[in-house]
């Protein structure tokens, strides 16, 4: 049921990476969430399939990007000008039905995590 997500890694600030999220079935809504050391999880980016409309965090805004492919079943998030701030788990979540509430919230089921390092 658990969301696979892929292609963490470490990279140097300004650098540029793409995680994968595959869902394990059909989702009302997908999103990505970032959890850095210390700190509480919080959302990064959320697309609602149906209305095609997506969220984003102020704080990525302009350097991620969703997109999805829809024939691999597969929900990107672009990262471009990383930076070290940046540097977290960032987990895929998968939410089944509409809910009430903000975008940064009301996922059902979420991925075990890829980490990303960004380095100064």
């Known amino acids: 049921v658990q969301p696979n997500e892929s292609g963490g890694g470490p990279v140097q600030a300004g650098g540029s990476l793409r995680l994968s999220c595959v869902p394990s079935r059909s989702t009302y809504s997908m999103g990505w969430f970032l959890q850095a050391p210390g700190n509480e999880r919080e959302a990064v980016a959320r697309?609602?399939?149906?209305?095609?409309?997506?969220y984003y965090s102020d704080s990525v805004k302009g350097r991620f990007t969703l997109s999805q492919d829809n024939t691999a079943n597969t929900l990107y998030l672009q990262m471009n000008n990383l930076k070290p701030e940046d540097t977290a788990m960032y987990y895929c979540a998968a939410s089944l039905i509409p809910k009430a509430g903000s975008w940064s919230n009301g996922m059902d089921y979420w991925g075990k995590g890829a980490l990303v390092t960004v380095s100064s």
């Open positions: 697309i609602y399939f149906r209305s095609r409309v997506t």
